[in-house]
């Protein structure tokens, strides 16, 4: 439990910006196009935050960042295919 206190500074900031770009998506939910530029931006921010708190933490190495931009790309290629199939 101690662990996961440590980190909640970290983490909180994290929980902000995915729950500001969920509300985003479901605010905007007539123009797709609009969801999409949110997802993206959520990505790219996902990304950074993820460098950051490496950073910080002083184990930030490029399997790290790969690990983070996998993970981004994975969800934006679902959003993707959801937001824009026939």
């Known amino acids: 439990m101690t662990r ?4 909640l500074p ?10 500001a770009g969920l509300l985003g998506y479901l605010f905007f939910s007539y123009d797709k196009a ?3 530029i949110i997802a993206l931006a ?21 399997f790290v960042v790969f690990e983070y931009l996998v993970i981004a790309t ?7 295919s959801l937001l824009f199939r026939a």
């Open 4 to 7: 996961f206190t440590k980190h």
């Open 10 to 19: 970290h983490y909180t900031p994290l929980f902000a910006l995915i729950s």
């Open 34 to 36: 609009f969801q999409f």
């Open 42 to 62: 959520v990505s790219v921010s996902y990304v950074f935050w993820g460098i950051v708190h490496h950073k910080v933490h002083d184990d930030l190495t490029i």
């Open 74 to 80: 994975l969800g934006m290629v679902i959003v993707f």
